[in-house]
């Protein structure tokens, strides 16, 4: 007897159809390449750069009180095999680029990581301002990858992008060789993602929230990373416990399921907030006996916590202005 109500085993099928073409099951993952250390190597788009699979968050490694806790725990990272560190400008007032910069060379490390910051300026003043300052505080001559830092609303792609905008910045440190790469970042809405992937510069990279309840409300899951695969853009997770861990805490979401769920995306990289050894013990533990899920899996893990998924009160960053950097809350308010 047929049913005009989809069963479950229905609804399974219809989203793993729609999970199928973004899931890296089979055998792309279980050809994935790791480095000595047992970390999984991904290629970053069509860059030709490979990353680690867990990069180091830049804002939680630095959070400690004494300085020589951050610097232990960034450099502990990159001896277990992490060669992704992110930051940005305006993490900590320009705590977290000084102590990574610190990390780095006092370790000796500098040429074993691909190091990542981010741009808040909007003006080309602003932004060469900031890349002076990175440079300065991470202790380096150059930056693998420059991201525009919270491009979340409307009017961010056309700021970037205005007549002595970020952008000629951006291009011309690539041109000198201060600037490898050049990508964005944001966690609010899909739409302006969609906006900046529209204007007229091929990304490299575009880090955006991913984790189980993404796919349910404002999904970038569902609405920009197939665009990034198609068009060959380092698609760079973030967020995969829901900003401050409420996936785990409030959700009740296992932490290596949350995690797993992202790193069997076609993702280059996730950027995850790691505050203490202890955290990043469990984290490279998950992710070096990572196995990937198969659209099925994805597809019954993102049903499971769909109720919890249906008006974004567990995704903050994207309701809220409580994830804004005081930088650019106040872009917001200047018109």
Request: proline letters at 3%.
């Amino acid at each position: 007897m047929s049913s005009t109500h989809p069963n479950r085993r229905e609804a399974l099928q219809a989203g793993a159809a729609g999970l199928a073409a973004l899931s890296l099951a089979g055998s792309l993952t279980a050809a994935e390449e790791t480095n000595e250390q047992g970390v999984p190597m991904r290629a970053l788009g069509k860059t030709g750069e490979k990353v680690s699979l867990l990069a180091l968050g830049g804002h939680h490694s630095t959070r400690a009180k004494e300085e020589k806790d951050s610097l232990r725990l960034i450099q502990r990272a990159v001896h277990e095999g992490i060669t992704f560190l992110d930051n940005a400008w305006d993490y900590h007032d320009g705590r977290a680029e000084e102590r990574m910069g610190k990390a780095l060379e006092e370790g000796k490390l500098r040429d074993k990581v691909f190091l990542m910051t981010k741009v808040c300026g909007r003006t080309a003043k602003e932004a060469q301002s900031n890349l002076e300052d990175s440079l300065r505080r991470l202790r380096t001559d150059h930056i693998d990858l420059w991201q525009f830092h919270e491009i979340n609303y409307e009017k961010d792609p056309d700021r970037v992008f205005a007549q002595e905008g970020a952008i000629e910045v951006a291009l011309k440190a690539k041109e000198q060789g201060k600037v490898r790469y050049i990508g964005f970042t944001g966690h609010r809405n899909p739409d302006v993602h969609l906006k900046m992937l529209d204007k007229p510069y091929d990304w490299a990279t575009v880090q955006m929230p991913l984790n189980v309840l993404d796919g349910t409300f404002r999904s970038f899951q569902k609405n920009v990373l197939p665009k990034l695969v198609e068009r060959g853009v380092g698609a760079i997770a973030m967020k995969s416990l829901g900003g401050n861990g409420g996936v785990v805490s409030n959700v009740k979401v296992p932490v290596e399921k949350a995690l797993s769920y992202v790193f069997s995306l076609p993702i280059s990289a996730l950027v995850s907030g790691m505050e203490n050894e202890q955290v990043l013990e469990q984290n490279l533990r998950i992710v070096k006996s990572f196995k990937a899920m198969n659209a099925e899996a994805l597809a019954a893990l993102e049903n499971e916590y769909k109720a919890a998924a249906s008006d974004g009160r567990y995704e903050g960053f994207k309701t809220t202005k409580n994830y804004d950097g005081p930088v650019h809350q106040k872009q917001q308010l200047t018109g």
